[in-house]
């Protein structure tokens, strides 16, 4: 409701003129800047896998403003191997990489089994905003944001969604159904 959204509005400032509303192009300005979405956000992604490098590859994320500009992994089998136009880096130079790249953000696209290491080496390497795609609850300082995405469970999400469908569906045909009981 247009109250709602005025209100939300709100909190970014006073954007709006009472009885006439908002210029836009200056409220899209202020909401882009509110969101820190005026700038570019270097992006490295560790774990050369097959999530790892497909997110490496993904044109999707620079024309948001979030460039991925390194992939690093610990297997020495691909270390040194190019993913799209990225060559994946060795773990152990993170840090390196971090500071030559002026990364921002780190996504973790490695096993469950390894998750934690690598936000640990994220955050040894300055790294404060964390996309983790491992499912597992990672430990980090209070100081560190960790977005989690777990496939599994969006899945599990959808998996609900198509059961309240399915079960709608029949329970439609069912209510149509002509009764087999004799009166």
């Not at 089998?77 to 953000?105: A, F, P, Y």
């Not at 990672?138 to 469970?153: E, F, I, K, M």
Request: with cysteine; charged share 20%.
């Amino acid at each position: 409701n247009a109250a709602k959204v005025r209100k939300d509005l709100s909190y970014l400032g006073s954007y709006g003129t009472r009885g006439v509303g908002y210029e836009v192009t200056y409220l899209i300005h202020q909401i882009k800047r509110e969101l820190g979405l005026l700038r570019e956000w270097n992006v490295v992604v560790v774990g050369a896998g097959n999530l790892g490098c497909a997110l490496a590859k993904f044109g999707g994320f620079a024309p948001r403003g979030f460039p991925v500009v390194g992939i690093v992994d610990n297997d020495p089998k691909k270390i040194g191997q190019s993913t799209g136009w990225l060559t994946i880096g060795d773990v152990r130079n993170l840090g390196k990489i971090v500071r030559d790249l002026n990364v921002t953000i780190g996504a973790i696209t490695t096993s469950t089994a390894t998750a934690q290491s690598a936000v640990d080496a994220l955050i040894d390497a300055g790294i404060a905003s964390i996309l983790n795609f491992a499912p597992i609850v990672l430990a980090t300082p209070s100081s560190v944001s960790v977005r989690n995405v777990d496939l599994g469970v969006e899945l599990q999400i959808l998996s609900y969604y198509e059961q309240m469908r399915t079960e709608k569906i029949e329970g439609a045909k069912t209510a149509k159904a002509p009764s087999s009981v004799s009166v």
